[in-house]
């Protein structure tokens, strides 16, 4: 599969690029420039949803305080590999049945980042690895573009479709921060 650059709503069907796919590395790089409180404070979190759109339950919800999915199916790694400053593993096999869709964002962690923003991001570029390999098979356009008082991101997200799983660029900002995507996905934050 030759490496896409994907725009915001596009997406690839990544089961049929690479029938026997069994796992992916969701990356997140951003450049903040100066900004080391922001740079400090963002956080990469994944969420396993039902085909509500809503999180399985509370212990779906994989961030820095819950490193993994209670199957193991997706777990954060500790330490990032390459240019990616968090990365995500995801297991395909291993996911439940009941899961439609793993969502990936990026926040700005309140407390000492209030006043914090994505529109301070000079970059963020959301990629997808092959678990196997560690080929890059997609990159998304540069989604700091058009950001300015958000302080979550729905980067993108892994969904299944006709038995397959396929890969989404979504970019869209939260004005409400993790609080109105905790909302939008069914999780008490």
Same mark, same amino acid.
């Given at each position: 599969?030759?490496?896409?650059?994907?725009?915001?709503?596009?997406?690839?069907?990544?089961?049929?690029?690479?029938?026997?796919?069994?796992?992916?590395?969701?990356?997140?790089?951003?450049?903040?420039?100066?900004?080391?409180? =922001?740079?400090?404070?963002? +956080? +990469?979190? !994944?969420?396993?949803?039902?085909?509500? *759109?809503?999180?399985?339950?509370?212990?779906?919800?994989?961030?820095?305080?819950?490193?993994?999915?209670?199957?193991?199916?997706?777990?954060?790694?500790?330490?990032?590999?390459?240019?990616?400053?968090?990365? +995500?593993?995801?297991? =395909?096999?291993?996911?439940?049945?009941?899961?439609?869709?793993?969502?990936?964002? =990026?926040? +700005?962690?309140? *407390?000492?980042?209030?006043?914090? !923003? =994505?529109?301070?991001?000079?970059?963020?570029?959301?990629?997808?690895?092959?678990?196997?390999?560690?080929?890059?098979?997609?990159?998304?356009?540069?989604?700091?573009? *058009?950001?300015?008082?958000?302080?979550?991101?729905?980067?993108?997200?892994?969904?299944?479709?006709?038995?397959?799983?396929?890969?989404?660029?979504?970019?869209?900002?939260?004005?409400? *921060?993790?609080?109105?995507?905790?909302?939008?996905?069914?999780?008490?934050?």
């Amino acid at each position: 599969m030759a490496l896409a650059q994907l725009k915001r709503g596009a997406n690839v069907a990544l089961s049929r690029e690479i029938p026997n796919l069994a796992g992916l590395v969701v990356g997140v790089h951003w450049n903040v420039g100066s900004e080391t409180v =922001l740079a400090d404070n963002l +956080v +990469v979190a !994944t969420i396993l949803c039902d085909s509500a *759109g809503r999180a399985l339950s509370e212990q779906h919800f994989v961030f820095f305080n819950q490193l993994t999915s209670p199957e193991l199916s997706v777990s954060q790694l500790e330490q990032a590999m390459g240019d990616d400053q968090e990365q +995500v593993e995801i297991d =395909l096999t291993a996911v439940p049945a009941q899961v439609e869709r793993i969502v990936t964002v =990026l926040y +700005v962690n309140e *407390g000492p980042a209030q006043r914090r !923003t =994505l529109g301070q991001l000079r970059s963020c570029v959301v990629r997808v690895l092959n678990l196997a390999d560690n080929a890059e098979l997609i990159r998304s356009e540069e989604l700091a573009s *058009g950001l300015s008082t958000e302080t979550a991101l729905i980067l993108g997200e892994v969904y299944r479709h006709d038995g397959g799983w396929k890969f989404k660029v979504v970019g869209d900002g939260y004005a409400k *921060g993790i609080v109105g995507v905790a909302t939008d996905y069914g999780l008490t934050i």
